[in-house]
């Protein structure tokens, strides 16, 4: 059957206006590319940039002077890469033993769990708990406190609770305990899940600055967007504590060199998301219909 007129034209206005919509949010981002690929006494002319003001890759030679800059990916890319496998795997271990029936006290762990949703101990006493477990200005302090969340787990829970009971079954039959069970025959069906829960883990570390604030009182320590957001409130004075050539310095400006620097730390993680989102979509879906 075809559509009717009325159906026609509220299709057509639908398409608009998401179209409209998806350029109200690109715009920000492509206006950042633009701008930090602009010359730097061009953009001091302000306005809007839907094309480079000239044309210049200085900013991004600054940025990658930028000792501070440097240190801050370090930081960062070690802190997500270890939080995320440190989160992704203790979120699935305890999602999965929650999932089982045959769990004493399940529900009541369930509800522990959920009660961290509602309720927290509060900044100054995990502040008073890192601090007393000597982490302060380590790693450690950056990883562990956020690396498990509530919502994480239930979101594994329920999709380890859609896979079938007969193929734990067939590997108790066969002589497979529990973590042989769950290596071999759980985690392998569990690659959507994984990706999900790992992306939103991976995105939560790559974005945080409020740990470095709390338990980094060294900058070699700040994670990156702690460096960012000096750099941004602070131009002219990290951009000449932060080891960039004099002759680089001469030929950027404040706008260009935050744009760009805003760009370098965006890029990373939006390189990884085209690569999970088969499984980010399923594993999203599945885990949260079935919880």
Known sequence: ???TRGEKLFSAANGLFFIVLMLIMIYPFWYMVMGSLSESDRTAEGGLFLIPAGFSLTAYAAVFQNVSILSGFKVTLIT???GTAIGTFFSATTAYAISRKRLRGGKLFSLLI??????SGGLIPTYLLVK????????WALILPGAMGAWNIFVMVGFFRGIPDELEEAARIDGANDLTIFFRVVLPLSKPVLATVGLFIAVGYWNDFFSSVLYATEKDMWQLQMVLKDLISNTSAAISQAGISVAVQQQVNPFTVKMASIIVSSLPILAVY???Q???VKGALIGSVKG
């Open 1 to 3: 059957m075809g559509l």
């Open 80 to 82: 997500t890469i270890c």
């Open 114 to 119: 959920l009660f961290t949703m509602l309720f």
């Open 132 to 139: 007393t477990l000597h982490m302060i200005d380590t790693y």
């Open 274 to 276: 085209p690569f999970l």
């Open 278 to 280: 088969k499984h980010f």
